[in-house]
């Protein structure tokens, strides 16, 4: 989940919103599927493992806050390796949330 500068309180509250209407349905669809929370601004780091407490998942992005630039290079990155690590089964998806385009790359080349 993106939280750069540029996510301003209005746009972070809408991420939010966003977030809470996506762990709300994984309650109530109730399939076992898990969640994990990777953040990112000028770099990314996880904030949770894949786990189905879809609640502790919505309170740890409920207390992210804009700082930063937007690296959605080394978040992916980060979620993809959050996944790799967990097995070869079921499918797995990166559900990527932001409020714009990168602005920074972990290889600059790629921009």
């Known amino acids: 989940m993106d939280k750069n500068d540029s996510t301003t309180p209005i746009r972070i509250d809408i991420l939010k919103s966003a977030s ?3 762990t709300n349905k ?3 669809v109730n399939m076992g599927d898990r969640l994990g929370l990777i953040k990112f601004s000028s770099s990314a780091s ?11 998942v919505q309170n740890e992005i409920n207390k992210l806050t804009a700082g ?3 690296n959605i290079d080394d978040g992916l990155a ?3 390796t959050m996944l790799t690590a967990s097995g070869t089964k ?4 990166i559900i990527l949330l932001t409020d714009g385009k990168a602005t920074v790359w972990t290889d600059e080349t790629d921009g």
């Not at 996880?46 to 502790?56: A, F, I, R, S």
């Not at 079921?90 to 998806?93: A, F, L, T």
Request: aromatic share 8%; proline share 4%; no cysteine.
């Open 90 to 93: 079921p499918v797995k998806q």
């Open 20 to 22: 809470t209407t996506l």
């Open 26 to 28: 994984f309650k109530s």
């Open 68 to 70: 930063g630039s937007t």
């Open 46 to 56: 996880k904030v949770l493992d894949l786990t189905t407490n879809y609640t502790n």
């Open 78 to 80: 980060k979620a993809k």
